[in-house]
């Protein structure tokens, strides 16, 4: 892998990693386009998933006491039952349905009935949440904007939200791993160098997010996380229309 890719990926796991340290959120959205752009479709999901695991996993570990354990042992129930079922068809999708998936997602958000009223915290919704967000990354490869309708009515404490999301995407980005890295791609198909830069710089850049989100206002904190996934998406979804 030419040095500047190199370092173009490991930029982008730092500063991604920070943006989701702050909105619990958005990051990985963004550097799942960065992948997509510049990668192989098995690539970048395996090296999106490895880079996600070490910055989720920091960041939910950060902010361990304030996870929601009811929510999270849930989430974790949906999540294997979606995994069995790729398991056993083994789907890749194509870069331009990723990019299409990717940037429709905070749209179809916005888009569910009020009716619904999706929220996590309430019996079988964390379930249903974790079936759904882990299918959706196992397709398009992320699934935070839908993630974040099941947390936009919730009565957590921007850090309980940032916690439980980061402790529920850790264990769909292990699914990744485990779907791209040993059932559809390989191992083999991700630079282990690369892959270790990218774990070490999504460390630090959740490590220097946490004086921010602790300094940051509710209002704030909602108000960013919102107009940056819409923006992350449409941009995603037009590039995804031009291929």
């Known amino acids: ?20 340290g702050i909105l619990g959120m958005a990051g990985g959205m963004i550097l799942m386009g960065i992948l997509l752009a510049l990668l192989p479709v098995p690539a970048a999901m395996l090296l999106h998933g490895t880079t996600q695991l070490a910055s989720n996993g920091w960041r939910a570990w950060l902010w361990r006491g304030a996870i929601d354990r009811r929510v999270f042992r849930q989430y974790s129930l949906g999540s294997m039952v979606a995994f069995a079922l790729f398991a056993s068809v083994a789907v890749l999708v194509s870069k331009r349905a990723a990019f299409v998936a990717l940037g429709a997602m905070p749209f179809v958000a916005v888009a569910l009935p009020g009716r619904w009223r999706l929220d996590v915290a309430r019996r079988g919704h964390s379930f249903a949440c974790g079936a759904l967000c882990s299918a959706l990354a196992l397709a398009a490869g992320v699934s935070g904007p839908i993630l974040d309708v099941f947390f936009a009515r919730t009565d957590m404490a921007r850090q309980a939200v940032v916690a439980t999301k980061a402790a529920t995407q850790s264990v ?4 990744k791993i485990l779907y791209f890295g040993g059932l559809v791609a390989g191992l083999g198909a991700v630079n282990p160098w690369t892959a270790v830069a990218m774990i070490v710089l999504a460390l630090a850049g959740t490590q220097l997010s946490r004086p921010v989100l602790e300094r940051m206002g509710e209002e704030t904190f909602r108000s960013w996380t919102r107009w940056t996934v819409m923006a992350t998406g449409t941009f995603y979804l037009a590039s995804g229309c031009l291929m």
């Open 1 to 20: 892998m030419p040095i500047l890719l190199t370092v173009i990926l490991a930029a982008s796991a730092l500063g991604t990693a920070f943006i989701s």
């Open 172 to 175: 769909s980005h292990l699914l």
